[in-house]
Structure formats: C-alpha cells, structure tokens
C-alpha cells in the first residue's frame, strides 16, 4: 500500500502499528504462531478514528503472525461530569458546554482510552 | 546509544518454539496503553529538559500558518535575551530548518518521511545535538497537522497552537482536541485582518468553549504588532524554570 502522507490516516497507522507491535511481541514470548484476533479499545474522544484503524489494520498485518488475525474494537462513547452542577452526560468531541447548567468546565470521565485489551493466539 | 529507549539494541526474537506441539487458542490479556511507549520517552525527556531548567515549547499548527516565520521573528529579536535551540520537523525538506540557521541559532532537522507527527523518540535524540546546559529555551516546530500532534507528548512544557487569518475562524471548533491540549493559541497574520472576513472575537469565542483555561495572542510577524506581549510571556515563562533552581 503506498500512502500519502497528507492523508490524515498516516496518524491511525502509527497507533496500527504499534497494535501489531505488541501482538507479534505477545504471541512471541508465547511461542505462539498464530494471532487468531486483537482486541482493542477506542474512545470516540481519543482522537483517533476507529474506521481507519480498521482500514490500516488490513496493511501493517501483512507477513506477521497476525495475517488472518481479525480485529475487534470496542468504541467507548464520551462521557463527562459538569465540574458545576455534577451533571453526569454522554459527549462527543464537539460538546463544550454542560447540558444541565451551560456550564464549559466539563471533566471528561470516558471517551478517550486507547487501549490493547487481548490477543487470541494458537 | 539510546539509553531510554533502547533503540540500539538488535530486536531480541525467540525463535526456539516448538513446532511440533499444536496448542488450543488461547486469550491472553493485556491491558496496555497504545501510546505508552511515547508516553514513557516523553517523560524521560521531561526530566532531562527539567534537570536542565530550559522552557520546551511544541508548535502545532495547519501547514503554513507562520510556525517558522514566529521563529524566525522571535530568534532575531531576542537574540541578546535568551540562547535557543530549534528542532525542525518536516516530512521532507530542511527549508525550515535552513531559515532557522540563518538566525545564528542552533537547529536540527527531523524528517519524519510519512510520519505525520512529531514523537518522544525522535525528540530525545535530536536534541543530543544541542548542549541543553546551555539553552533557555527549546522550540520544537511541528509537521504541519492539526490532528495527529495533539496526541503525542513530547515533553514539552507547552503546546502552543498557531492559527492564522487566513484559515476559518470556526479552526477551534473543527479540531478540538488539538486546541484543548494545547495552552496558547497564537492567531498569527492580523497585518491580513482588512482584507479578509475572518471574524476573530468568534475564534477567540470558539477556542475558549473547547479550552476555557488558553492565553491568546494576536500577532503579525509581518508588521510586529502584537509581538511584544508574546515575548513578555516567553520571558515570564523562562522567569519560572530559572526559579526552581
Ligand atoms: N501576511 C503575513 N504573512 C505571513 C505572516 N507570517 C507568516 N507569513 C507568511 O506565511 C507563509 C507561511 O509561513 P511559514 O512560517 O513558512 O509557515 P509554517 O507554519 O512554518 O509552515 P509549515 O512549516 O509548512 O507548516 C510564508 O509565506 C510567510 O511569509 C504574517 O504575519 N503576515
Ligand atoms: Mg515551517
Ligand atoms: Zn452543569
């Protein structure tokens, strides 16, 4: 796959990557030669596009151990609590405001994981 | 040799399984953090930057908003304040990196190839060119991106996010996240402002909903105007690392 470095994906590749990374690494001190699927984690407030990491994932698995891996994500939704009034809501990147009290100091309480979960390997 | 990283060290591959034995699948977990390794460097690079009391600053910006051209400014003109060093990445060209030299001030260029952002990794070893004893302050250019910066901490003390009158207003709003990570805006070009209809209360209004706690500044490097308040602050920031010696 040839990529073009003004395409916004480069980002999502680098995060693919390092998701490969430590699968291989994983199955490695497993003495596994097989990856059978990765779990992941991302926040819809992480930053990172969950669509194009799957895109990505097709690439970088290409003569690893993860070859005929499949790849499970979990989406978090955003959530955040009104530093004002303790509204506890659901939000996405583009929520500034506290939909109790209009209130802009929101703390952000999920939404922005980036996690590797698990591997199955054989 | 890379120390923090272990960079230099030949990947450690233990190929001795045994092929005969077929095991069921099995899961194992994991729970790590996809950017933990970045993570890790960063701070390492933080504590060094503090050991040596120098102010690390992390330009984010949209190609062509004026990283380079604020650099260029505020090198010459502080020139006899402050000693800098410059870390220029860029996917390609050393263009940047080259202007930055012409001010006297020591630089080094990090092509980043495809990679669309700066990382802790390549920041650790490009300041190995530099003697961090004897800088004040550490300017760190970033690619050109206002998506991807935003999540890799380089252990800079700043993120500063320039933005220019020639770009929409609504720039806060569309990418969040780099505006909330960031602590300064810079909204560069305002020598532009009569012949464009960018509307900048409406900007200033847009980033403070997504970062209520940012210092703005209004500037032209063109003209100058606006840049003194910038470097009151740079020297008020300076002012804090010097004192906790
Ligand atoms: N009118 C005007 N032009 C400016 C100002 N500041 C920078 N420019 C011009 O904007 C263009 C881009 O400036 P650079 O400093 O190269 O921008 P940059 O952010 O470093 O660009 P990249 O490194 O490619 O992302 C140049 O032609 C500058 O001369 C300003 O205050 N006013
Ligand atoms: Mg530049
Ligand atoms: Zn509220």
């Known amino acids: 796959m040839t990529i073009n470095p003004t395409e916004p994906y480069v980002h999502e590749l680098g995060i693919t990557q390092s998701i490969v990374d430590i699968a291989e690494q994983t199955a490695s001190e497993q003495n596994a030669q097989k990856v059978l699927s990765v779990t992941v984690e991302i926040g819809d407030l992480s930053g990172v596009i969950a669509d194009a990491v799957e895109f990505c994932f097709e690439a970088c698995i290409q003569g690893t151990r993860l070859a005929d891996s499949k790849l499970v994500i979990k989406r978090i939704p955003g959530h955040a609590r009104c530093n004002d009034c303790g509204t506890e809501m659901e939000i996405d990147n583009m929520t500034f405001s506290c939909s109790t009290c209009g209130s802009y100091s929101l703390q952000r309480t999920r939404g922005e994981e980036l996690n590797i979960k698990e591997v199955e390997i054989e | ?245």
């Open chain 2, 1 to 245: 040799m890379c120390i923090d990283c272990g960079c230099a060290q030949p990947h450690d591959h233990n190929h001795d399984h045994d092929h005969g034995h077929h095991d069921d699948a099995k899961t194992i977990s994991i729970e790590q953090n996809l950017l933990a390794k970045n993570d890790m460097l960063a701070a390492a690079n933080r504590e060094r930057f503090s050991e040596a009391n120098m102010l690390v600053l992390n330009l984010v910006s949209s190609p062509g908003s004026g990283k380079t051209t604020l650099l260029e400014k505020t090198l010459s003109d502080l020139k006899g304040e402050f000693s800098f060093a410059v870390l220029e990445g860029d996917q390609q060209t050393a263009n940047d990196a080259d202007r930055i030299a012409a001010t006297g001030a020591p630089v080094h260029q990090i092509n980043t190839g495809a990679g669309c952002h700066l990382d802790a990794h390549m920041v650790g070893h490009g300041v190995e060119h530099f003697d961090l004893g004897q800088t004040d302050i550490l300017m760190i250019e970033n690619v050109g991106n206002l998506v991807c910066p935003a999540s890799f901490d380089l252990g800079e003390d700043l993120k500063v996010a320039v933005l220019s009158t020639t770009e929409g207003e609504d720039k806060p709003a569309k990418y969040p996240h780099m505006f909330r990570a960031a602590e300064v805006m810079i909204i560069n070009k305002t020598d532009l402002l009569p012949h464009l209809d960018f509307d900048i209360e409406k900007c200033r209004r847009y980033a403070l909903a997504v970062n209520p706690d940012l210092t703005i500044f209004e500037l032209s490097c063109r003209s100058g105007e606006g840049l003194d308040a910038w470097y009151a602050w740079l020297a008020k920031q300076v002012g804090t690392k010097k004192k906790v010696i």
